[in-house]
Every structure is written in structure tokens, then in C-alpha cells.
């Protein structure tokens, strides 16, 4: 597969350039999917200087997703992605990255449990974030009316190596949080 887009990272595009996607998929053998992608173009954002020209710069990434039934009940799964800034011709790339596994065990059609955990560095302040973060989720899937009706309770706790969540009402920040979701999908 291979396009062309506006912009990414955003609703409205911040420049007049188009950037390039592509990905590759495999099948290796029954139940393991591989799937390869990548973006580019010059989309960081604030390319244009102050007489609205645009400069020269290009953000990529490269991306890993895979998945493989260990059996009917058990499948596991890998996502890791590398990104590259660079603005300006003589300037230095900034990188950011991040690795996501995860598991998930099926009891019955209408019970599932899955473990998800994650790092994403962003120390360079690629990503405008600068710093690094890990986290863990642990969820379930409740399937009803034969799978076209589903409850997703979910419990989170990101770190980070700065203060980067809003703890209380008074915008006060922490390096921590514990989250506590519920998705309906009907």
C-alpha cells in the first residue's frame, strides 16, 4: 500500500507539503501478521518562517506491528515505532521511539483478559514532550449479543521522568497516574 497525504498529527495541514505513507504486510504462517509502515514529508510543525515561506524539514517514522495466536485462546503482540526530526538543511535529527507489548487470553466468547506494556522516549523532545515513560494497562473485554455488543473496563499507571500529568483541579503536576476507563461499543 502506498498514498499521499496532507498532513499528520492534526486536523488541518500546517504547510502546502504532502507527506508519503507506505506499508508491507506478511503472513509468515497461520495466525502472525507482520505489518511494516512508514511516513514521511515535511511536516513539522511551524515550517513556514515569518514572510510564509516554508523551510526545509522532514519528520518520518518507521513502524512495527505484529500479532501471533500462540492457540485459540492466547495471542500476543508487538508494536514498535522509531521517528526522526529534522528541521533545517544543516541541522541535527532529533529521534523518538517506543515499544508497546501485549497479551490477551480469551476464557470464553464472552470473556477476554489482556496485559499491555509500553515505553516511549522522548528525551530529545522530538515530540515536544522531552521526556521518558512507561506505562502498563490491564483490561478486559465483556462481548455480548453475540460480539455486536461490548463492555471494556480498563486500569492504567503511567511514569514518566518529569511531571508531565495534571494531578488535582489547580493544574498542579506529577511524574505518575492511575486511570480508570470503561469503553461501550455497540
Do not use: C
Amino acid at each position: 500500500m502506498a498514498g499521499v497525504v496532507n498532513g499528520w498529527d492534526g486536523i488541518t495541514d500546517n504547510n502546502n507539503s504532502k507527506s508519503i505513507i507506505a506499508q508491507a504486510s506478511f503472513l509468515p504462517l497461520d495466525g502472525f501478521e507482520i505489518y511494516l509502515n512508514w511516513m514521511g514529508g515535511n511536516e513539522e510543525p511551524n515550517t513556514n518562517n515569518s514572510k510564509g515561506v516554508e523551510t526545509d524539514a522532514f519528520l518520518q517514522i518507521f513502524d512495527l506491528t505484529s500479532s501471533f495466536d500462540i492457540n485459540d485462546h492466547l495471542s500476543l503482540g508487538l508494536n514498535g515505532s522509531f521517528g526522526s526530526n529534522r528541521i533545517g538543511k544543516d541541522s541535527v535529527n532529533t529521534n523518538w521511539g517506543g515499544i508497546a507489548l501485549y497479551g490477551n487470553y480469551e476464557i470464553n466468547d464472552f470473556l477476554s483478559f489482556g496485559i499491555r506494556g509500553e515505553i516511549f522516549d522522548d528525551t530529545q523532545e522530538a515530540r515536544n514532550i522531552k521526556a521518558y515513560y512507561e506505562g502498563i494497562t490491564i483490561s478486559s473485554t465483556i462481548s455480548l449479543s453475540e460480539g455486536t455488543f461490548l463492555i471494556k473496563p480498563e486500569f492504567r499507571i503511567d511514569n514518566a521522568s518529569k511531571d508531565i500529568y495534571y494531578k488535582g483541579l489547580n493544574n498542579n503536576v506529577t511524574n505518575s497516574q492511575s486511570t480508570i476507563g470503561l469503553s461501550v461499543i455497540g
